[in-house]
């Protein structure tokens, strides 16, 4: 029987900085065997538990989609043991992963819907993962209008700024990315996400919108959405909680009666009304 | 013995009826019946009617000093033995509130009664138990068995030395003679004796069933770090696991944490679920800090803790 | 047809069973402790307790386990695996109570999404042995939790104290297996109306009275209750009744670095620890004793009934009997009862 706590053997095969404060680095990873790559299927909003033996294991958002064949990617944020190891792991390392893990956005609800995209900071990642997804021309047509707004502190701190630059080119996709500060470079809008979407203004009829950020922009990103009349059964959001196992065993990120490992990360602002406020 | 009790416990409830009605605390912390014979609960009162909740008998161990953490907002009045007391001055030395938030009922201690040498001491178990004069009678479904209360204090108490509380905002009983029951904690003594080896072999063996719950931690009133060294993962300082040696470092780093700071109330032990005599480690370090600095925790309000404070005449033969 | 073991044949009994098992059961480390262990030989067994301090659940979720080793490299292809469990295994002298535990952390660990293998490997190769219950505590409130002192369900073979000897019950297939064991003997009508005595006695002494049914339906309406303001003063985040509990199974997973590598352990955790909970950003969804204390009793009394139909509480007692500060869960439970009754009245008992 297989063992859900060991890790298989994934190998770096491309690291980069992604931001100016050198905190969030982005890492592709290829399996080492074929038959873990032919087994691996994921959807956007999954994530992975990530681990360096003898530093430890942290969960991460698949950031790549899975039209994005061959490898996996993940923007790490350096703030621990394992993220700091996670960012010192030079190309050709291994590292070991756990997943696919979790429920993923819902994929099925959004057909022949539009999809409002918010995010901010780097809680962008399984974001680009699903926005990815529905750029690809095999998928183009499951959905209708697709809205993104992105934005972070500083023009430095974006993530996937060249992907955003080709994604600005689009005629399929809307794209605003913003910023709370420009600077003298920075040529793009510069505004707080709730105030840029309230300006966007993007229609709630037969739309779902899926929001990631920290709890400062949600907080006042939420009434905005409100205002748009956006339900709650239509608003969904991806959570974090500290997480050990991340298959619902070791009882640590428990929301109420869900785990967030399990029953999560995704939740729709429906669902978390009827939990208590352990978040 | 009983008159004595029941005066020390309506002086409890005046004074705490005093202070509610007055509004001079929010509330008092003091000790009241619950559901098990040869024990009793902390309780948190905050009107006079409550007051009378308030009990004292020889089954009021916890060191309610542990609560103060909890309620540093509050102006709060806490009945108070003299080994609590001494850990409320401790903390004052360290500055964890402020003079004026705290109203102590300073109560002049009988000793407390070891529930766990009194259940061992029968057959069955106890259903129903009282103090009566300087007995304690436990009764059980088919047994009614009467103990000589002096027979059965914890460590820490036949050892105490300061059981009136000389810091107290008001003393609720007349000062009690201060002559200890054994000349020394009888661990302690038994321990001195051994060598070196045969120390560390019984540290070893006591150690060694620790289940790494940090009850003990929690009960302490001196240990109130917002991350303790145990949790720290960068620096990993120790393990989480078994290994003797982690169990072993627990122990020897906690009971060094408290030297010069440990007032012996014993309330590590009492918390403990594997019954490890944690009051002797302890006790020996308390030892160790009167011969060496000359110095007892919470005797002396003004009195700076010695290993967090230097003088040029500090003893320094150890350092070779 | 009842069987019986004399006691003057246990000895020989256990030590017959070591030659083809592993042997757990109760071995006290000091006068009044006692916990589940693997015993080298029969001597060791202390039946003399209501119950040891700590519960037969280590004996399929052991305290820390070892999840892997690896080597100094840190690559795949130097760690070993260490789930197997090479020899059959059998848990001796457990209580109805901590049996009853075992079928619920069997619901959080053989789930049908993921299946913990290192629990299942030690579960499907151990025989339980239980030991009923003849002079239950005052403290026991098992039969409030659908259990009860002579509750066979999940033990393989079923035991008797009669005094002299065990009347032996076979009530599985994998206890079937004992039919032919040289030590059992066929036990008369007066010991079999013996054990019946026994067993009505201890009926009546636990209590049943604890209002545990339903509990789930009226915590609904008190997540947000200040009920938890007070309920939580007196405890002091000891987390003696977590590690005490024979249902709590929440678990911590980390590297330990040894000489030549290390190994992936997990390690029993507490979600009564104020870090439990606290996420790398500094944010705690439950920074006070307040929070801890409503997440342990809503996780045992409504989050584990909504996934799996049953509260996760056997009312074995431990966590009353070994508290520091004396909180019982049971008063605890009461006050849902009354707190509904005030809630639906529109009064607000804040000072239980």
């Given amino acids: ?279 | 013995m009983e008159e004595r009790r029941k005066a020390i416990q309506d002086r409890i409830r005046e004074e705490a009826k005093e202070l509610l009605s007055k509004k001079a605390v929010d509330l008092i912390i003091g000790f009241g019946e619950w559901t098990l014979p040869l024990r009793t609960t902390p309780i948190f009162v905050r009107n006079p009617e409550g007051a009378d909740h308030l009990i004292w008998n020889s089954f009021c161990e916890n060191n309610l000093a542990t609560y103060l953490h909890k309620f540093s907002h509050f102006k709060v009045g806490v009945v108070a033995k003299g080994c609590d007391a001494r850990s409320i001055v401790a903390l004052s030395l360290e500055k964890r509130f402020k003079p004026d938030q705290l109203y102590l009922i300073g109560v002049p201690c009988q000793r407390m009664v070891d529930r766990r040498r009194v259940k061992k001491a029968v057959k069955g178990e106890i259903l129903h138990a009282h103090e009566q004069g300087d007995q304690i009678i436990a009764e059980g479904e088919d047994f009614r068995t009467e103990l000589k209360r002096d027979d059965f204090l914890y460590p820490s108490c036949r050892v105490c030395t300061h059981r009136t509380p000389t810091q107290a905002n008001v003393l609720v009983g007349d000062p009690v003679e201060e002559s200890p029951l054994a000349e020394a904690h009888p661990e302690v003594k038994e321990f001195e004796k051994k060598s070196q080896e045969d120390r560390w072999r019984y540290f070893e063996k006591e150690s060694n069933r620790c289940i790494r719950c940090y009850a003990c931690r929690e009960a302490c009133p001196m240990c109130y770090c917002t991350e303790c060294f145990v949790d720290s993962s960068n620096p990993k300082w120790i393990e989480k696991g078994f290994s003797a040696s982690d169990l072993e470092f627990y122990h020897i780093i906690r009971a060094y944490h408290q030297a010069g700071r440990c007032s012996g109330c014993g309330a590590c032990e009492r918390a403990c679920p594997m019954e490890i005599p944690l009051t002797y480690f302890t006790q020996k370090l308390n030892q160790d800090v009167k011969e060496l600095f000359n110095f007892e925790t919470g005797i002396d309000p003004e009195a700076p803790p010695p290993l967090s404070t230097y003088q040029t005449e500090d003893r320094q033969e150890f350092i070779k | 047809m009842k069987l019986k073991l004399d006691k003057k044949d246990l000895g020989s009994f256990l030590q017959n069973l070591m030659d083809e098992y592993d042997l757990f059961a109760p071995v006290q480390l000091a006068e009044g402790v006692s916990v589940y262990k693997k015993i080298d030989h029969p001597g060791e067994v202390d039946l003399s307790t209501s119950n040891p301090q700590k519960p037969a659940k280590e004996v399929f979720f052991p305290q820390s386990e070892t999840m892997f080793r690896y080597g100094k490299s840190g690559k795949q292809n130097e760690m070993v695996s260490t789930e197997e469990v090479i020899r059959e295994r059998i848990l001796f002298g457990a209580r109805p109570c901590d049996i009853q535990a075992v079928s619920i952390t069997d619901e959080v660990f053989l789930g049908k999404e993921y299946t913990d293998v290192y629990y299942l490997n030690k579960r499907k190769t151990t025989t339980i042995i239980g030991m009923a219950c003849d002079h239950p505590l005052s403290t026991c409130f098992c039969s409030s939790t659908s259990g009860g002192p002579f509750l066979r369900k999940g033990s393989d073979l079923f035991f008797t104290d009669l005094g002299e000897s065990f009347l032996v019950e076979l009530l599985t297939e994998k206890g079937m297996a004992f039919l032919k064991n040289k030590f059992f003997k066929e036990a008369n009508t007066k010991e079999i109306s013996l054990a019946e005595g026994i067993e009505e006695k201890a009926l009546k002494m636990t209590d049943a009275s604890v209002p545990v049914e339903g509990i789930d339906k009226r915590l609904d309406l008190m997540v947000e209750s200040p009920f938890w303001g007070r309920l939580h003063e007196k405890c002091i985040g000891c987390r003696v009744c977590t590690y005490l509990c024979p249902t709590c199974h929440c678990f911590d997973i980390m590297d330990e670095t040894m000489t030549n590598g290390g190994q992936r352990v997990r390690n029993w955790d507490s979600c009564l620890s104020p870090l439990y909970s606290q996420e790398t950003s500094g944010h705690n969804p439950r920074p006070t004793n307040r929070e801890r204390t409503r997440q342990r009793i809503m996780h045992k009394f409504n989050y584990f009934p909504k996934n799996f139909g049953r509260a996760a509480c056997v009312g074995c007692g431990r966590c009353i009997l070994y508290c520091p500060v004396h909180f019982d869960i049971r008063q605890a439970i009461n006050w849902t009862s009354a707190k509904r009754l005030k809630l639906q009245r529109g009064e607000h008992s804040t000072n239980p």
């Fill in chain 1, 1 to 279: 029987m297989k063992n859900p706590y060991h890790p298989i053997p994934m190998v770096v095969k491309k690291a980069q900085v992604e931001t100016d404060d050198r905190m969030l680095r982005t890492i592709e990873l290829s399996f080492l065997n074929e038959e873990d790559a032919k087994a691996f299927h994921f959807i956007p909003g999954q994530f992975c538990e990530l681990s360096i033996l003898g530093k430890g294991e942290a969960p991460f958002g698949i950031a790549s989609s899975p039209t994005e064949d061959g490898s996996l990617k993940f923007t790490i944020n350096k703030a621990g043991v394992v993220t700091t190891g996670l960012h010192h792991v030079a190309e050709g390392a291994e590292v070991g992963i756990r997943g696919p893990l979790g429920n993923g956005y819902p994929m099925d609800l959004f057909q022949g819907k539009n999809v409002l995209v918010i995010g901010g900071g780097f809680a962008f990642t399984t974001l680009r993962s699903l926005i990815a997804y529905f750029l690809h021309p095999e998928n183009r047509n499951k959905v209708n209008d697709i809205t993104v707004i992105y934005g972070a502190r500083m023009p430095g701190l974006l993530l996937y700024k060249e992907e955003l630059l080709k994604w600005e080119k689009r005629s399929d996709l809307k794209l605003v990315v913003t910023v709370d500060w420009g600077d003298k470079d920075w040529k793009g809008k510069v505004g707080l996400v709730p105030n840029v979407l309230e300006e966007v203004g993007p229609s709630s009829e037969n739309t779902y919108a899926v929001i990631c950020g920290p709890p400062i922009m949600i907080k006042f990103t939420f009434p905005k959405l409100m205002a748009l009349r956006f339900p709650n059964e239509r608003i969904y959001t991806s959570l974090e909680k500290r997480m050990m196992c991340g298959i619902g065993k070791c009882g640590r990120c428990n929301i109420g009666h869900l785990y967030v490992c399990k029953d999560g990360p995704v939740f729709s602002y429906a669902q978390l009304e009827k939990l208590p406020k352990d978040y």
